[in-house]
């Protein structure tokens, strides 16, 4: 217990998974229960509702990442803080610019990253188990990122043979870096290659769509920064598991090994 007037002050940054609150680990849960405030974009905090009955909620848009870092690190100061991010807060999320906010501030502020299931273990357990092994994962936005650097980027993961799962794929703003991803793709991977799309992962609105490279640009008014995309590696195939004909798996190498 801390001594009166003791600095007590935490700021948690909490994966909260793909959306709902049976998908979010019992860490991040109890970080929640025990928050005084809780911050963070609306749309991650809406299924959280039951866990924020008479906390502080300060309810902020997209794009406002760092004004809502600021503020978090400096009511952490006092008081406990949780700041919600979508999947995990280390991938693509809150927890980079948090903990770089928290490093300029006076006086220290303590952060604790507690992890979440990332879209693409998501997106990945909708399709089968197409991230056996190895894989590379690429964000397809160019807010922060020059798109000369993402295509260079692509380039490298696509040439590496494995799995690449693209996160934020196809925006209204930037609807052309699909097809470029797909073009550079092409390049390095047989057209019969299994891609899957996973709009909302379990989530309202979950859509699973199996297909091929040569195939996916018939879906791609479908995809939306809702969507994660796994194109499959050069080992991966599509077969029938059960009543479902279009699991994806990409084999670690046991059939090298074992009869089974
Ligand atoms: N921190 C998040 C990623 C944020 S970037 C995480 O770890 O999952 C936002 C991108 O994540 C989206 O454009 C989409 O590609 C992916 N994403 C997040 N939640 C998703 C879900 N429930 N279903 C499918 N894709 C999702």
Known sequence: MPLPG??????????CGPGPLDQMTGRAVAALKEAEYVLGNESYLAPLAPLLEGKKVIRSSMGKEVERAKLAVE?????????????????????GIVLEVAQRSVPPVKVVVIPGVTAATAAASLLGSPLSGDFAVVSLSDLLTPLGIIEERLR????MGVPVVLYNPRSHGRPHNF???IEIALRFRDPATPVGIVKNA????????????AGVTDYEEAIDMHSTVIVGGVE????????NDKTIITPRGYQKKYVY
Do not use: H
Request: proline content about 2%; some cysteine.
């Open 6 to 15: 003791e600095e007590r002050g935490v700021l948690y940054v909490v994966g």
């Open 156 to 159: 490298c993961a696509f040439a």
């Open 236 to 243: 991966t195939r599509m077969g029938k598991v059960g009543e």
């Open 75 to 95: 009511l952490a100061e006092k008081c406990i803080v949780a700041m919600v991010s979508g999947g995990d807060p280390g991938v693509y999320g809150m927890a």
């Open 202 to 213: 379990y989530r309202e609105g979950e859509e699973i769509i199996v297909t091929t490279l």
């Open 179 to 181: 097809a470029r991803a």
